[in-house]
């Protein structure tokens, strides 16, 4: 998705997980596991749809996490897994293949979704 946006994805060691250079790159760095470089790297991008420049707002940040949450879970793969696995964090990330904090983030998001539609299937 990055590339296709006309972004050069690079490398680093030490540093940050991850930083967005503007006008055009998003480094990672080497050695993290697949859930935290795919995390990363969602919400670097999300930096860039929403045109953040460097020295990120909390607000900002927030942001590029909400941004990243959302394309990285589907809703119907997180009901199935939460229908398989129970309602544990740390499992459903797993499945999932993303971290427990944007999995947290994702929840905050669509919590009242999720309750309303119980709602709706129980009838209530």
């Not at 006309?6 to 250079?21: F, I, N």
């Not at 993303?98 to 309750?115: G, Q």
Request: charged letters at 25%.
């Amino acid at each position: 998705m990055a590339v296709t946006h006309g972004l050069y994805v690079d490398w680093h060691r030490g540093g940050p997980k991850a930083a967005w250079l503007p006008p055009d790159t998003i480094t990672l760095q080497y050695g993290m596991g697949d859930a935290d470089t795919l995390c990363a790297l969602a919400h670097e991008f999300g930096h860039f749809v929403h045109g953040d420049h460097c020295g990120h707002s909390p607000r900002a940040e927030a942001r590029a996490d909400r941004y990243a949450a959302d394309i990285l879970i589907d809703p119907n793969a997180y009901e199935l897994t939460e229908r398989t696995y129970g309602p544990h964090p740390t499992r459903i990330a797993a499945e999932l293949g993303v971290t427990t904090h944007i999995l947290a983030i994702w929840r905050e998001l669509h919590d009242k979704d999720r309750h309303a539609d119980l709602k709706l299937r129980l009838g209530l």
